[in-house]
């Protein structure tokens, strides 16, 4: 009986939160039908600021569906104080696919709208796909660290064309989100890594230092640490509420001065500078983790 109700609240919950998606961006496609009509820069700048309050009204669609058949049962640990005119650099640690419902929600209307670099594979996705058009989340095709060293002019592509995606955020205050480690954490992965985390994948801190490149007025990183009761992590186990036991503490961290205005695919003491700062935060977050378990 027990096996029958979760699965109807399941059910219930995945049709509760497509309906809600379509309604959020079947908006949004509208709404920016004239961007490819009106080039206009300043028409741009104003389509985009409607869109991330749509944007922000669809999470907070999400936020009271998942408090309804899930209980109130995120706790978000913030005591941090944050400007919605500001832009921002955020991360975190990446255990589910879950894990953008529950950082959507953690950061909705106290950070400008998280703005996730995604992979360019995932283009056919039609939520995916709509995200990139009329919310300028940017599609992003990475290397792998071998193909660079055995085509090193490689690093310079992947640099400029995150650099032409990242001009996009430029238009309204945004969250340039990441998942510092890539991938999803898995035990499989940690063992074949031979990460030195106990909770955590080496972190990958391309992106973030290209981005950080672009947009030098981003003064503030902002760390989501996220932490499930429940050992499951597929979508199923989140949709029925086995996964709705979450902790998430969001930390802030000041940018050093000297990892701005810098150029990730040339300036080599760059990459080490920001591999290290971003490697004493994880070694941080690793411990956090280990506090919030439950």
């Not at 058009?133 to 992947?158: A, G």
């Not at 994948?201 to 990183?221: E, F, H, R, V, Y």
Request: one cysteine or more; charged letters at 25%; proline letters at 4%.
């Amino acid at each position: 009986m027990k096996n029958i109700a979760s699965s109807v609240i399941g059910l219930i919950t995945f049709v509760l939160i497509l309906i809600e998606l379509i309604i959020g961006f079947g908006t949004l496609a509208i709404i920016n039908i004239p961007r490819g009509i009106i080039p206009l820069k300043i028409f741009k700048i104003y389509l985009a600021k409607v869109s991330n309050i749509i944007g922000d009204l669809t999470v907070y669609g999400l936020k009271l569906i998942m408090l309804l058949m899930h209980g109130n049962n995120i706790s978000v640990i913030n005591n941090q104080k944050f400007d919605k005119n500001e832009w921002y650099m955020a991360m975190s640690n990446h255990q589910s696919w879950a894990d953008i419902f529950i950082l959507l929600v953690a950061a909705n209307y106290k950070l400008p709208l998280l703005k996730f670099f995604m992979k360019r594979e995932l283009w056919w996705i039609p939520f995916v796909f709509l995200a990139n058009k009329t919310l300028n989340m940017p599609f992003v095709n990475r290397h792998s660290k071998k193909e660079i060293e055995q085509n090193p002019s490689l690093r310079n592509q992947d640099y400029k064309n995150t650099l032409k995606s990242c001009k996009r955020f430029l238009r309204t205050p945004s969250t340039i989100f990441s998942y510092a480690e890539g991938t999803r954490f898995t035990d499989e992965k940690h063992t074949q890594q031979g990460s030195p985390y106990n909770n955590l994948l080496s972190p990958k801190i391309g992106g973030m230092a290209t981005a950080l490149s672009a947009m030098p007025n981003i003064n503030t990183l902002v760390d989501y640490t996220v932490v499930y009761k429940s050992k499951k992590r597929d979508a199923w186990s989140f949709a029925k509420g086995d996964m709705k036991h979450v902790k998430v503490l969001v930390t802030k961290y000041k940018i050093p001065d000297n990892l701005k205005n810098r150029n990730y695919a040339n300036d080599k003491d760059y990459r080490d500078e920001f591999k290290n700062w971003i490697e004493t935060i994880w070694a941080e977050k690793d411990k956090k983790i280990e506090e919030l378990k439950f």
